[in-house]
């Protein structure tokens, strides 16, 4: 099993950036795709992007490719996603969570660990 804990989520105004961290405890990260996704109120989760397990490919969602960035470091069993320009409509809850190789990546239900998410708020 492999825990994850999120961090870095906070206050941010329009135009700014954010750096979310997801950090693994017991299994090693490498073992795992990792992705990230985000619930606003009111709405169903929705995916945000997914790295591989050793950071060679990622994938996003067309609403935040070219403003957020996923990168990992599994010497430091974490996976980052740098956010920038941030937008009002980012605002949500964002987790982190873990799965075997093959994964369909976007769906949730393919993961298999989650992390208790971290709140992203970003004001206009």
């Known amino acids: 099993q492999v825990q994850l804990v999120e961090s870095g989520g906070g206050l941010v105004q329009a135009g700014g950036s954010l750096r979310l961290s997801c950090a693994a405890s017991?299994?090693?990260?490498?073992?795992?795709?990792v992705g990230w996704f985000r619930q606003a109120p009111g709405k169903e989760r929705e995916f945000v992007g997914s790295?591989?397990?050793?950071?060679?490919?990622?994938y996003y969602a067309d609403s935040v490719k070219g403003r957020f960035t996923l990168s990992r470091d599994n010497a430091k069993n974490t996976v980052y996603l740098q956010m920038n320009s941030l937008k009002p409509e980012d605002t949500a809850v964002y987790y982190c969570?873990?799965?075997?190789?093959?994964?369909?990546?976007?769906?949730?239900?393919?993961?298999?660990?989650w992390g208790q998410g971290t709140q992203v708020t970003v004001s206009s």
């Open positions: 969570a873990a799965a075997g190789p093959g994964t369909n990546v976007v769906a949730s239900t393919a993961y298999d660990y």
């Open positions: 017991g299994r090693t990260l490498s073992t795992y795709v």
């Open positions: 790295v591989s397990r050793y950071g060679r490919s990622t």
